[in-house]
């Protein structure tokens, strides 16, 4: 359980509640939407979620309509799905943003505003308030919100997780889109402003500590052939030229595509940043493991850039079990096998490496869990 009382960089407070649970009702709030009342439509992207998937549908049933697009779960996840009313479609895994596309322009979608929930997260009542009283009259074309990371049973509020987390989920369909075209994005494009929600979203797991590290090794591997990709400075036009449609600011893509590519010693450098001049040590036992974790990502990506060309397929270790390393993603199956392929990898690569990190219960929908801060 996380420990209620943790200490935010806002001072303390308690661990929030989720919807639909029964202590839902002994919160202090008095003005929680009431079930299936908000017009939102709540997407839910999962493969072989049985362990957070009901969690998950019923933190969402103060939407009229909860949509779980399942990529080919085999232990059960659309059957307790519909057990909680969600309604449940199949597709095959697109990519992190071709399924997100896929999905939010699905025929069986009824609402303008639609919220991305990975299976593994949860919506708090306080979120649950926040968005039935922004989607009303808002001029917004999409909200962001943080997310509250729960890991090894406490939340990791320092080491710039946290306060890096801000992604926008909530959008309108009208005036947001993905960019298929990107391997690994999961951010939205968006047509207008972007407000900010204060409540937070709830990452936690229910999988545990090995599951997390199986899904890193994925990671690391997609990551690795990424930076294969066009030298840092060479991404700095498009970099630029996307800013103004981007849901994430610039300095920090700036941070992640331009400068930090360049750094030498990444593991060390970015276990100093985190733990140290980002007070992760300020997370006890947890915050150490974490940065550490973090430090492993980073030493694995270096490895296995350095590894001959076309000795595995990234993802293959996911897939396998094989223990290897990554950094932060998300989940799926096969993609659209009419999306491009990026200029990193060898024609038709992009499909087997999606493929591989779907059938292996990667989530690609999910914003990298545990990974240096975004």
Request: overall charge positive; proline content about 7%.
């Amino acid at each position: 359980m996380i420990r209620a009382g943790t200490t935010s960089p806002a001072g303390p407070r308690n661990w929030p509640t989720a919807y639909g649970t029964a202590g839902a009702a002994e919160t202090p709030e008095t003005d929680h939407p009431a079930p299936g009342s908000v017009p939102v439509t709540t997407i839910i992207l999962a493969r072989n979620e049985a362990v957070n998937i009901v969690r998950a549908v019923r933190s969402a049933s103060w939407c009229r309509q909860t949509i779980v697009v399942d990529s080919g779960s085999t232990d059960g996840t659309p059957a307790l799905a519909r057990a909680e009313g969600a309604e449940v479609v199949t597709e095959l895994w697109r990519g992190y943003a071709g399924q997100r596309e896929w999905a939010m322009r699905h025929p069986a979608v009824a609402h303008d505003w639609v919220l991305f929930l990975d299976a593994d997260e949860w919506i708090p009542t306080d979120l649950a308030a926040q968005i039935a009283d922004r989607v009303g009259g808002s001029e917004h074309a999409a909200f962001s919100m943080r997310r509250r990371l729960a890991f090894a049973g406490r939340w990791i509020a320092h080491c710039g997780w946290y306060t890096n987390s801000w992604q926008a989920r909530l959008l309108h369909r009208e005036r947001c889109s993905f960019d298929t075209t990107v391997a690994y994005g999961e951010r939205a494009t968006v047509l207008g402003s972007v407000g900010r929600l204060s409540a937070d979203l709830i990452d936690e797991d229910s999988k545990g500590i090995p599951a997390w590290l199986r899904k890193h090794v994925g990671y690391a591997e997609l990551e690795a052939h990424r930076r294969d990709g066009p030298r840092p400075w060479r991404r700095l036009p498009r970099i630029l030229r996307e800013s103004r449609r981007s849901s994430r600011p610039l300095g920090r893509t700036l941070a992640k595509e331009i400068i930090f590519p360049l750094v030498p010693a990444k593991p060390a450098l970015l276990f100093l940043y985190m733990y140290v001049l980002r007070a992760g040590w300020r997370d006890g036992r947890a915050g150490l493991v974490f940065c550490l974790y973090h430090a492993w990502y980073e030493l694995t990506v270096g490895v296995l850039r350095t590894m001959p060309s076309g000795s595995t397929v990234p993802g293959t270790a996911v897939a396998t079990g094989i223990a290897v390393g990554r950094s932060v993603a998300t989940a799926g199956t096969a993609p659209d096998a009419t999306s491009p392929a990026p200029a990193a990898l060898i024609p038709g690569q992009r499909r087997d490496t999606e493929r591989l990190a779907g059938s292996a219960g990667v989530d690609p929908a999910a914003p990298a869990r545990g990974s240096a801060p975004r």
